[in-house]
């Protein structure tokens, strides 16, 4: 652990950096404006509630920038991008905050974006910032068509029926029977390691990187991407009360670490042979193997 400890306080660091230069993005790119009319306006509050609220791990969009970090490119490039996939994931937040879906009153000791405003206007906020990720991807590359084109089909891949959305689904039939352990693995494969990976790989894409590295990175953010929900799962996990449709529910505590461990060596074993540049890659990995929250 001591060694640990060693390895995460400069990635830390990193890590807020990355947040800062995320959150002042967004700030832009979703401004105020008292000349709009008043719906917009509770709009675009909505939309800021939850998209700029203090919290926010930002892992998704951080990890695009350490990507950019890996492949010795300028931050700028894949900033966008990494406010796009930022931008996915917020939505998907207030709409599995809703009624009909996991029915949550509170996230990071606030209320909900339903809760805070109406259900109507979460659920506009929501497919206001899903539709507008592709429109920030489009505009920040419009001179790199071929990198734009590939990165918002790799970033709706991961959002939609083939991805997030499909593992949401999945993740709502699992309350109603028992999943065995590949079915699990597939629903978070989707619901969560699906936008995790793109974040890396469209990062890759827009920052020119080749076959090779996308491929790499591919490998390491989809190991990282299902690394994330075990951790989760550890977290989340009680002995009195176990959560139904959790690695550890299935596998109970002590596999479910085992598996956390394997899942960190898949992902650092894609990357072995990345040079110095990618150091905070390997530490985002074990930062999450030991996380706290």
């Given at each position: ?17 990355a ?27 909505s ?50 905050d ?22 109507a206007?979460?659920i ?125 529910a ?40 030991y996380?706290?929250?």
């Amino acid at each position: 652990m001591k060694t640990v400890g060693m390895e995460t306080k400069g990635l830390e660091a990193k890590m807020e950096e990355a947040a800062a230069e995320i959150a002042a993005l967004l700030e832009k790119v979703f401004s105020t404006d008292a000349e709009r009319a008043e719906g917009w306006q509770k709009l675009n509050e909505s939309m800021r509630y939850s998209l700029l609220q203090e919290g926010a791990k930002r892992f998704r969009p951080t990890l695009s920038l350490l990507t950019a970090d890996a492949l010795g490119v300028d931050r700028s490039l894949v900033l966008p991008f990494a406010c796009a996939v930022e931008c996915v994931h917020t939505y998907s937040l207030i709409h599995d905050d809703l009624p009909s879906m996991d029915n949550d009153d509170f996230r990071r000791g606030k209320p909900t974006n339903h809760k805070k405003f109406d259900e109507a206007t979460a659920i506009l906020a929501g497919d206001a910032l899903l539709t507008d990720a592709f429109g920030i991807v489009a505009e920040a590359y419009v001179e790199e068509p071929e990198a734009a084109v590939r990165s918002i089909l790799e970033l709706s891949r991961a959002a939609g029926s083939q991805g997030m959305v499909g593992g949401q689904a999945m993740d709502m039939a699992a309350k109603k029977k028992s999943f065995d352990f590949e079915d699990l693995r597939l629903l978070h494969l989707l619901k969560t390691g699906a936008l995790i990976r793109v974040a890396s790989v469209g990062a890759a894409i827009v920052a020119g990187a080749s076959e090779e590295q996308i491929e790499d990175l591919s490998d390491y953010a989809s190991s990282l991407g299902l690394a994330f929900q075990v951790a989760d799962d550890i977290l989340d996990y009680s002995q009195e009360h176990p959560e139904s449709g959790s690695y550890c529910a299935l596998l109970g505590p002590e596999k479910t670490r085992e598996l956390l461990q394997e899942l960190t060596d898949e992902a650092l074993e894609a990357i072995i042979d990345w040079d110095e540049k990618a150091e905070a890659l390997r530490e985002l990995a074990q930062f999450n193997l030991y996380r706290s929250r």
